[in-house]
Structure formats: structure tokens, C-alpha cells
């Protein structure tokens, strides 16, 4: 029953964020505190270090494809999102050293966000040749789908 219990809080959070409602609240309407229902995924410290450093640098590269984009600088944030989110860069980031402590769903959100930033790279490139990026900006919501529906599923500790 327990596995039956952990899909169904899963699919409750995906539900939520599909419908654009906020999976968990820290506080209620009044201030009080209110318990965290994410998930806990328990690292060693060290490595919760690393995997939250990761995080912060996976946000700072999302900003700089951004800028890049505004500036039509399309083989820049292509290569920002290839090197730094993408496929390439799950050795960089140490990612099967992290994913050893990682809940299985966990580390499928975390695929998912490392193959959507390849497909985002392969889409801003395109975008340099059909001065279309419509499709390329899709492809970078995807990749920060995942971020938002892991973080929106679990803590750190």
C-alpha cells in the first residue's frame, strides 16, 4: 500500500501544478506554520551541498539563456543550456554520484529536466536559422517544468 500512497501524493502535486495551485503552503492564511507535505529526500551533507549548488548554478544558467535570447544570441544560449543543464553536463555535475541518494521520481525529474534542456539547445539553434523561437521558448518551459514539479514534490535534507 505504501508505494500505492507515495504515486498518489506524486500525482496530487502534478495535478496541482497543471492546475496552477500551490502544492504546499509553509504558512496558513493566519502565519501559523504549517508542516512541509513534500517529500524528504536525505543526502549526506556534503552531497546536499553539491546537489543544492548545482540547483543555484541550474537557475543562474536558465537566467543567462534568457539574456542571451534577448539579445538573438542563439549559439550562446544554446550552448549555456547544453553545458550547463543538458545531457553534457550530467558528468559536471556529478550526477551519479547524486542520483545514489536520489528517490527514484526524483531522479526521473531529474532526467527529464537534463534531456529537455538537450532538446532546448537543439531548438534555440534552430531558432538562429528560422528566426522562429516560439518553439525553442516551449522547449526551455518544459526543461523548467521539471525543476518546479521536483521542487514542488520534495525537500532536501
Request: glycine share 4%; charged share 15%; aromatic share 8%.
Amino acid at each position: 500500500m505504501k508505494p500505492l500512497l507515495t504515486f498518489a501524493k506524486l500525482a496530487f502535486f502534478a495535478f496541482a501544478l497543471l492546475l496552477g495551485l500551490p502544492a504546499s503552503s509553509q504558512h496558513d492564511h493566519l502565519g501559523g506554520a504549517v508542516e512541509d507535505p513534500r517529500f524528504l529526500a536525505q543526502f549526506p551533507p556534503m552531497m546536499q551541498a553539491h546537489i543544492l549548488a548545482n540547483m543555484r548554478d541550474h537557475l543562474l544558467a536558465i537566467s543567462q539563456i534568457q539574456e542571451a535570447m534577448a539579445a538573438a544570441n542563439y549559439d550562446k544560449a544554446s550552448q549555456i543550456a547544453e553545458e550547463r543543464l543538458g545531457q553534457t553536463a550530467l558528468k559536471t555535475h556529478g550526477a551519479y554520484e547524486n542520483s545514489q541518494f536520489m528517490p527514484p521520481m526524483m531522479q526521473e525529474f531529474g532526467n527529464q529536466m537534463h534531456r529537455n534542456a538537450s532538446k532546448f539547445a537543439i531548438e534555440i539553434q534552430n531558432s538562429s536559422a528560422t528566426g522562429d523561437s516560439k518553439p525553442a521558448l516551449l522547449a526551455l518551459s518544459k526543461t523548467t517544468q521539471a525543476c518546479v514539479s521536483c521542487h514542488a514534490a520534495f525537500r532536501l535534507k
